[in-house]
């Protein structure tokens, strides 16, 4: 009987063991839909790696994603870890949905990641987000339809004056190939955040600095605005139907050879050889005016819901997928970014390479000019393509359109206040 009870006892504490052993702690992850598959693999690693911890991960669609974690978080119901958009950072840590990382950052080396990513993902000296990579925009252009120009693929444009001479001389109307691939879709950011890159570089301003006032009515602007527009309606470089395209619809027609040169980031290179892998481009910032500083930037990163019951165990998780290694190995390999590493960025060979080298020299040099971090500037920029539609349908002058545009934007403001 003794023996027995030993027995039991030993048993016990043997299945006791077992299930302490075994034990996990759940962190639910989402990220975008299109990253899942692209990540499992680092799953996979981090479960191995760190048995007391399993991540669940789910994807979320990227329209309407905003709205969808606006909703989770104000429920209550948002995952432990997730993947913002730039633009969303400071409304959600504005809203005590994020938890604040400063005491975690000497684990991290934070001074390695991109400083205007850090910077801006920073909400009253708290940084809310860390970093999973920036991006920038620059200039794709075709090598093959450049040397047929006769010009030289390594000496891309530096001013708008060369640029404007490089789009006649790649435009060819009955081959069907034009210059510049112009996207001015409805509905869509992407051609005000183009125009808004000019502006930038010819030393304008959409907003006053303390973001109060709308400055688009500044020569610098209405100059900027009017050389996108003439190369549409006046030189004629740009494809036809530039209203109907997004910056996804001239991946396409550019990797068939289209158009020759058309403003994208790096993060859309494997778009581009997914549609034609024998594709040659190279990439080039895009060239400055009065300053080089006014790329779209961008990016991604990895938050913590403040309301994550295992804010450890999810800090764990955030810790590695930003780490050098998987800086490498996901942000720069799988997911085809410049990473959120700048160490990694420089170092890694295939960014010192084409097409990815004007990308990184972009972020390298510091031109790109990220979104303000204001609730309104989502509602602005849709306004800004608007009128911008309007003076493209040559349904307004670039005055006239402006005038209009400087009102709605300056009423948006004051009743954000």
Same mark, same amino acid.
């Given at each position: 009987?003794?023996?027995?009870?030993?027995?039991?006892?030993?048993?016990?504490?043997?299945?006791?063991?077992?299930?302490?052993?075994?034990?996990?702690?759940?962190?639910?992850?989402?990220?975008?839909?299109?990253?899942?598959?692209?990540?499992?693999?680092?799953?996979?690693?981090?479960?191995?790696?760190?048995?007391?911890?399993?991540?669940?991960?789910?994807?979320?669609?990227?329209?309407?994603?905003?709205?969808?974690?606006?909703?989770?978080?104000?429920?209550?119901?948002?995952?432990?870890?997730?993947?913002?958009?730039?633009?969303?950072?400071?409304?959600?840590?504005?809203?005590?949905?994020?938890?604040?990382?400063?005491?975690?950052?000497?684990?991290?080396?934070?001074?390695?990641?991109?400083?205007?990513?850090?910077?801006?993902?920073?909400?009253?000296?708290?940084?809310?987000?860390?970093?999973?990579?920036?991006?920038?925009?620059?200039?794709?252009?075709?090598?093959?339809?450049?040397?047929?120009?006769?010009?030289?693929?390594?000496?891309?444009?530096?001013?708008?004056?060369?640029?404007?001479? +490089?789009?006649?001389?790649?435009?060819?109307?009955?081959?069907?190939?034009?210059?510049?691939?112009?996207?001015?879709?409805?509905?869509?950011?992407?051609?005000?955040?183009?125009?808004?890159?000019?502006?930038?570089?010819?030393?304008?301003?959409?907003?006053?600095?303390?973001?109060?006032?709308?400055?688009?009515?500044?020569?610098?602007?209405?100059?900027?605005?009017?050389?996108?527009?003439?190369?549409?309606?006046?030189?004629?470089?740009?494809?036809?139907?530039?209203?109907?395209?997004?910056?996804?619809?001239?991946?396409?027609?550019?990797?068939?050879?289209?158009?020759?040169?058309?403003?994208?980031?790096?993060? +859309?290179?494997?778009?581009?050889?997914?549609?034609?892998?024998?594709?040659?481009?190279?990439?080039?910032?895009?060239?400055?005016?009065?300053?080089?500083?006014?790329?779209?930037?961008?990016?991604?990163?990895?938050?913590?819901?403040?309301?994550?019951?295992?804010?450890?165990?999810?800090?764990?998780?955030?810790?590695?997928?930003?780490?050098?290694?998987?800086?490498?190995?996901?942000?720069?390999?799988?997911?085809?970014?410049?990473?959120?590493?700048?160490?990694?960025?420089?170092? +890694?060979?295939?960014?010192?390479?084409?097409?990815?080298?004007?990308?990184?020299?972009?972020?390298?040099?510091?031109?790109?000019?990220?979104?303000?971090?204001?609730?309104?500037?989502?509602?602005?920029?849709?306004?800004?393509?608007?009128?911008?539609?309007?003076?493209?349908?040559?349904?307004?002058?670039?005055?006239?359109?402006?005038?209009?545009?400087?009102?709605?934007?300056?009423?948006?403001?004051?009743?954000?206040?």
């Amino acid at each position: 009987m003794k023996v027995l009870k030993v027995a039991i006892c030993v048993l016990l504490m043997v299945l006791t063991g077992a299930l302490v052993v075994y034990a996990k702690t759940t962190v639910r992850y989402e990220t975008v839909s299109v990253w899942v598959p692209l990540q499992e693999e680092a799953i996979k690693e981090f479960n191995e790696t760190h048995p007391e911890i399993k991540v669940e991960m789910e994807g979320f669609p990227w329209t309407g994603a905003f709205e969808r974690l606006l909703t989770h978080f104000t429920a209550g119901t948002a995952p432990d870890v997730v993947a913002l958009h730039s633009d969303w950072v400071h409304r959600f840590a504005s809203l005590n949905f994020l938890l604040g990382l400063n005491p975690y950052l000497p684990e991290i080396g934070i001074e390695d990641f991109w400083p205007d990513m850090v910077k801006h993902f920073t909400y009253k000296d708290e940084l809310y987000a860390i970093p999973s990579y920036g991006d920038v925009w620059g200039l794709a252009y075709n090598v093959d339809l450049y040397k047929e120009a006769g010009l030289d693929p390594e000496k891309p444009p530096q001013s708008w004056e060369e640029e404007l001479e +490089h789009f006649k001389l790649l435009t060819k109307p009955e081959e069907n190939q034009y210059g510049f691939g112009l996207f001015a879709k409805g509905g869509v950011h992407e051609l005000a955040s183009l125009i808004n890159t000019y502006i930038y570089q010819n030393g304008g301003k959409v907003l006053s600095d303390d973001y109060t006032k709308c400055l688009l009515g500044e020569p610098e602007a209405i100059e900027a605005i009017q050389f996108v527009a003439d190369l549409y309606l006046k030189h004629k470089v740009c494809l036809p139907g530039a209203l109907e395209y997004e910056m996804k619809d001239i991946d396409k027609i550019f990797a068939n050879g289209g158009v020759a040169v058309f403003p994208t980031a790096a993060s +859309h290179i494997p778009f581009i050889y997914e549609v034609n892998p024998n594709i040659n481009f190279y990439s080039a910032p895009m060239p400055g005016r009065k300053t080089w500083k006014g790329a779209r930037m961008y990016g991604w990163s990895l938050a913590i819901s403040s309301k994550s019951k295992h804010p450890q165990e999810a800090w764990e998780f955030v810790k590695f997928m930003n780490s050098p290694e998987m800086s490498k190995k996901l942000w720069i390999e799988k997911i085809g970014t410049a990473g959120p590493r700048m160490s990694v960025a420089k170092e +890694h060979p295939r960014l010192s390479q084409q097409p990815y080298k004007g990308f990184i020299e972009a972020m390298l040099k510091g031109y790109g000019v990220l979104n303000p971090p204001i609730e309104e500037w989502q509602q602005i920029v849709m306004k800004e393509v608007d009128a911008f539609q309007k003076v493209l349908l040559e349904q307004q002058t670039v005055e006239e359109a402006v005038q209009d545009l400087i009102s709605e934007i300056n009423e948006i403001l004051a009743e954000g206040k």
